[in-house]
């Protein structure tokens, strides 16, 4: 797989990295987490999908479970720890981090090229079925998982 097929993972964890700061602006950093290659995401809660169109076609999806998804929703809205966000909240939030990572990986591709609205699930986001995971971080924050993911159109015949 070349540059222009996928983003390098370095570069997808880069721009995660930087977004996550922005967003949370929290002193402890996302690690990475070992997860054998082809494993099904172990917690996902919450995920969401914004898509990429035009000059490179690809999908980018966050999978994370509820304690991060909460966590990270009052971190972002900076509220009292005693405040539980509501679901609202937490989509919003969840919709924030791929549209933000999605935009990232936009301007590293070939444009010009267009993101969509996320689409975020309490729950398993489903993919479509003529796409293949091109790159996958699996990282964890405050001993939460985290998955972030690349998907391009499959090559051959559909």
């Known amino acids: 797989m070349t540059a222009v097929d996928a983003p390098a ?3 997808l964890l880069a721009v995660t990295e930087d977004v996550w700061l ?11 987490r070992a997860v054998p290659p082809g494993s099904p995401f172990d917690a996902a809660a919450w ?9 490179w076609q690809g999908a980018v999806t966050v999978e994370l ?8 929703t009052t971190q972002m809205l900076d509220l009292p720890a005693d405040e539980a966000p509501s679901d609202s909240d937490v989509a919003d939030a969840v919709g924030e981090l791929v549209n933000m990572v999605g935009g990232n990986v936009k301007s590293l591709m070939p444009g010009p090229s267009v993101l969509s609205l996320p689409a975020v699930a309490a729950g398993r986001a489903a993919f479509a ?17 985290l998955r972030i993911s690349v998907h391009i ?3 051959g015949p559909r």
């Open 129 to 145: 079925s003529d796409t293949a995971l091109a790159c996958r971080l699996d990282l964890v924050w405050r001993d939460a998982p």
């Open 153 to 155: 159109p499959q090559e």
């Open 65 to 72: 479970d509820e304690a991060l998804a909460r966590r990270l």
């Open 9 to 11: 993972v370095e570069d």
């Open 22 to 32: 922005a967003l949370v602006g929290d002193d402890d950093p996302l690690l990475p």
């Open 47 to 55: 995920s969401s999908v914004t898509t990429i169109s035009g000059g």
